[in-house]
């Protein structure tokens, strides 16, 4: 099996998996405060028999994302596994987010906090709901990427950003920030 069919195996995979409930229980922050390093891990499943994980965003071939501000391509953007989307997790790997774009019949951010047990699913609208609570929470593919803090990547009309305060995840000018705090709402 070559590479490229073993990360196209994967990809299917993750995009077959459910994330959890999507019943929306609205924002659950006080406020967006510095993402607690040293937290515990997400949860990492298996890949599937003879893969090799994921490609890392920083020698991942170049896709042509649009930044969402100026209408242009972005290239201060780190690039997605594919041009439709991929997986990243924050430095401290407690948050870990999936950006789909019409891959496998999909076309969502989907981000969750390992501790507490939380996530957010956005639409391209920038619309999103919450889940609180470990049934919310999906597992990262083995060898899910590490978004620098300060660095943004995405595809499509989704945009997300790796802070010390949380990742911000925006499209259409709205979106979300997820951090060991909460989920609470931005515009861009």
Request: glycine content about 12%; hydrophobic content about 40%; proline content about 11%.
């Given at each position: 099996m070559t590479a490229s069919l073993s990360l196209a195996?994967?990809?299917?995979?993750?995009?077959?998996?459910s994330h959890g409930s999507t019943a929306a229980s609205?924002?659950?922050t006080t406020g967006a405060t510095a993402e607690t390093t040293g937290a515990t891990?997400?949860?990492?499943g298996a890949a599937p028999a003879g893969s090799t994980g994921a490609t890392p965003a920083a020698s991942a071939p170049s896709t042509a994302v649009v930044n969402p501000t100026t209408?242009?391509?972005?290239?201060?953007?780190?690039?997605?596994?594919?041009p439709q989307g991929g997986e990243f997790a924050s430095p401290s790997g407690n948050i870990t987010c999936e950006v789909d774009y019409q891959r496998a019949g999909l076309t969502e951010v989907y981000c969750q906090?390992?501790?507490p047990p939380r996530s957010a699913t956005m639409s391209t609208t920038g619309t999103y709901t919450t889940c609180t609570g470990e049934q919310c929470l999906g597992n990262a593919g083995e060898g899910t990427p590490t978004l620098a803090y300060g660095k943004a990547t995405g595809v499509g009309?989704?945009?997300?950003?790796?802070?010390?305060?949380?990742?911000?995840?925006t499209a259409s000018g709205k979106g979300f920030r997820i951090s060991t705090s909460g989920i609470v709402a931005v515009s861009s």
């Open positions: 195996a994967l990809l299917l995979v993750l995009a077959a998996c609205g924002p659950t891990a997400a949860p990492t209408g242009v391509p972005g290239s201060d953007l780190v690039p997605m596994q594919t906090t390992g501790t009309p989704f945009r997300c950003e790796s802070a010390t305060t949380g990742v911000t995840c």
